[in-house]
């Protein structure tokens, strides 16, 4: 693996305001790399930096292995991508497409033999004389990324950019964006607060909290090996359930706080407290003996394809993929894997 983006020990301060600390993240050339956490937490800071729009405080940055301390933004040779697209509304499609080149000196006939090439890519080639307010959010959105495509950047960095569309057109945008960074072999940053956004779309996902990254790595390593409760409950949807729990005598198992005891993988310390982690889609309704704790239903939402039950205390849900015959009021039973359970300490919430 080649790095093409290279951030050593990364700060960044705005005045008093501590916005990014010890930033340390290798983007592989030919990588996706989703950038998630909960807005505020610096994401665009980051991103912003990589592109040069901000000046770090301290720390290293390289791309494809030169340092950028000093180089400007349009010496970067790195393409941005926005959620509010940014297209010049007076221009046509092609002008769109074609300006950063005339701006960089490319004759126009070389300019436009390229806008029919990123456009056959992206999906545009009936639309390159349009203006933007004629185009679907979609279409802008397509656009804005022919525009970055056009100069073959050595990186792409996203901001959020399927935010304005609805629902289905996200999902939709999500499989192009990924696939035209197959097809290009490039290289990508993409912002997001949306956890399924990032787990979908990327290789490597950086999980970010008050400017620090909590954690990193494949997203279903994530998911499997949270390395706390942070990233426990930011990463999955609906998120983790977090009990309230002391280790048993024997160590292999729970006593939850709000009764019934959970058999364990491993050993943990008798006596110890515990935050006993727990997937809805992890926890299974048990009957008799099978059931190792019991929690009064609230609410039962069904979807056709899933079912969520919710405790009436609100504490606690369960997503099975089975309709369910149990209503409100009805006390169930339920069952979990022993290693599906994850213990975290309750003062500083990391794994145990
Ligand atoms: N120019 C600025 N001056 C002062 N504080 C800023 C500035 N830009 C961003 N911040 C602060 O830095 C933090 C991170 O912001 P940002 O990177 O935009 O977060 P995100 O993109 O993750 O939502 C926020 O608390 C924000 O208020
Ligand atoms: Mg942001």
Redesign the pocket.
Known sequence: MTPQIELIDIDKH??A?H?LKNITLTIDKGSFVALV?P????????LRSIAGLETITSGTLRIAGQTMTGVPPRHRDIAMVFQSYALYPHMSVEQNLTYSLRLHGVKKAEARTKAAEVAATTGLSHLLGRYPRQLSGGQRQRVAMGRAIIRNPKAFLFDEPLSNLDAALRVQMRKEIRALHDRLGATSVY?T?DQIEAMTMADWVVV?RD?IIEQQGRPLDLYDHPVNQFVAGFIGSPAMNFLPATVGQDGRSIALEAGGSVPIAGQASPGEKVVAGMRPEHLRVAEGPAAAFHVEIGTIESTGSATYLTSRDGSLQVVQSERTPLAPGDLVGLEIEPTNIHLFDPSTGRKL
């Open positions: 705005y005045g305001f916005a956490g807005s505020g937490c610096g994401k665009s800071t980051l912002v607060h970010m400017g």
